[in-house]
């Protein structure tokens, strides 16, 4: 089994399509690991703020298996394919680490995902995997969120009820 982290998002009734797809995760997946939810800015386009948060799960699909899985799940919650890389999104689900993996694949395939240079994608995982060290750098992920110049892509806390 592998230990997988994912990143979530969406700014398109986000509350209704994370739920669903943390519910979906679970069904597949088994016990999983939920991050915080933050809310941020959009990135590489003008758009609603977008929620986001980290799953961590275990897997013994391949990577290509997991992505062509999560694109399923992105799909069944009105994922567009023919809208620009950076554009308003139902679901966006990504793997950012897999074990300690490093490839590139079809179907945008890129592990470790280069978005945890990003505020909503490395804060959530290091909430959840602190000592998770980056297959590249060997940082834990703590450590590269405390480098992180916060101020520069500020998140907020988004209630999440129950």
Known sequence: MARVYLSLGSNLEPQTHLRAAIGALRARF???????????????????DFVNLAVGLDTDLSPQELNDWLHALEDRHGRRRDMPRYCDRTLDVDIVLYDDLVTEGPGHLQIPRRELQHAFVLKPI????????HPVSGRRMVELWRAFPAETEPLQIEPWPG
């Open 126 to 133: 290091a909430d959840i995997a602190p000592e998770l060290r």
């Open 30 to 48: 088994g016990a999983i690991t939920v991050s915080p939810v933050y809310r941020s800015d959009a990135v590489g386009f003008d758009g609603a």
